[in-house]
């Protein structure tokens, strides 16, 4: 699938998705809004502040869920090439990942929303034109896959929202001891 191909859906094609990509936008859809509520009415400060004994903070979640879901979404149309090779990671490497747990200077929460907004929408426009949900790919070598093991798009996207809801408890615990703020009760 080249990129014209992902970006060939349009908000009106997500809107009428039906059947088992309907169910997946959905699941997407609600797991990116547990993980964004926390963070509603935050200044930039209370966005990069951690509140927990963790390197964790709000803003770093939602930048770092927005990286895996645009690297899951190009797995799916370019296979391993589009991860990298973790067995290869340089100091560098591990410092760039470490950055996107964290609001760097200059980052602002309305831009690391607008970032994660524009990765869903590709991710949906992708759920909508993928021609097989079950076309698979082989998983990059790393130590937490199984060797030879292959993910189909469709055990992608269902990764993808676990990673989320997974973040959005995370997010949830961070705001809670941030200011008391809870996404439910």
Excluded at 94 to 120: C, I, K, N, S, W
Aim: glycine share 8%; proline share 4%; aromatic share 6%.
């Amino acid at each position: 699938m080249n990129e014209h191909a992902i970006a060939g859906g349009t908000r009106e094609d997500v809107a009428e998705a039906t059947g088992e990509r309907a169910d997946l936008l959905a699941l997407l859809a609600k797991a990116r809004h547990f993980l964004r509520f926390p963070a509603r009415d935050l200044t930039d400060e209370q966005a990069g502040r951690r509140t927990t004994a963790s390197e964790l903070c709000l803003g770093g979640l939602i930048k770092h869920v927005a990286s895996v879901e645009r690297g899951w979404a190009e797995f799916i149309v370019r296979g391993p090439s589009a991860m990298p090779d973790f067995a290869a990671m340089t100091e560098e490497d591990f410092q760039r990942r470490a950055d996107e747990f964290r609001m760097l200077p200059g980052e602002t929460l309305a831009g690391v929303l607008a970032d994660y907004e524009e990765v869903a929408r590709r991710t949906d426009e992708l759920v909508v034109s993928l021609p097989d949900l079950g076309a698979a790919q082989p998983l990059p070598k790393a130590p937490w896959f199984e060797a030879d093991a292959e993910w189909s798009a469709r055990m992608v996207l269902m990764h993808i929202a676990a990673e989320t809801f997974q973040h959005a408890g995370h997010a949830d615990i961070i705001r809670e001891a941030l200011d008391g703020a809870k996404s439910m009760g």
